[in-house]
């Protein structure tokens, strides 16, 4: 796979995702979490929409750079940092299951972070 089609494929799911989140982060919530107490309160949604943020930042990041940045070993670099970024962030999202703050980890999250970061690693590396 090409480069800058993987950091635009990755850009444009990050994008997506982390606007749904600013967008409407009580859905959000409840969409991860249920109808439990809490869910609609400001304090979450203030924290959803900041994650939400960073995953506009990672897919903004990556679009920029499929455009601009033509250097092979430059977009790269860029796919590994953002598939080591994208592990951070499920590792966070994993984490809150093994310490026993959720029951489970969302579907979202287990399926698309896994995903996005095969795309990555697998176009900077073939």
Same mark, same amino acid.
């Given at each position: 796979? &090409?480069? #800058?089609?993987?950091?635009?494929? @990755?850009?444009?799911?990050?994008?997506?995702? *982390?606007?749904?989140?600013?967008?409407?982060? @009580?859905?959000?919530?409840?969409?991860?979490?249920?109808? @439990? &107490?809490?869910?609609? $309160? *400001?304090?979450? $949604?203030?924290?959803?929409?900041?994650?939400?943020?960073?995953?506009?930042?990672?897919?903004?990041?990556?679009?920029? =750079?499929?455009?601009?940045?033509?250097?092979?070993?430059? #977009?790269?670099?860029?796919?590994?940092? #953002?598939?080591?970024?994208? $592990?951070?962030?499920?590792? #966070?999202?994993?984490?809150?299951?093994?310490?026993?703050?959720?029951?489970?980890?969302?579907?979202?999250?287990?399926?698309?972070?896994?995903?996005?970061?095969? @795309? =990555?690693?697998?176009?900077?590396?073939?």
């Amino acid at each position: 796979m &090409e480069h #800058t089609l993987a950091m635009q494929l @990755v850009g444009g799911v990050a994008l997506l995702i *982390g606007l749904r989140m600013n967008l409407d982060p @009580v859905a959000f919530n409840k969409n991860i979490f249920g109808d @439990v &107490e809490g869910v609609d $309160s *400001g304090q979450m $949604s203030a924290t959803r929409m900041a994650i939400g943020g960073g995953v506009i930042a990672l897919g903004l990041l990556n679009l920029y =750079c499929s455009i601009n940045v033509e250097d092979a070993a430059a #977009t790269e670099a860029i796919l590994i940092g #953002t598939a080591i970024g994208l $592990s951070a962030f499920f590792a #966070t999202v994993a984490g809150a299951k093994v310490r026993g703050y959720t029951d489970e980890i969302p579907t979202l999250p287990m399926v698309v972070l896994p995903t996005m970061i095969a @795309v =990555c690693l697998f176009a900077a590396l073939m």
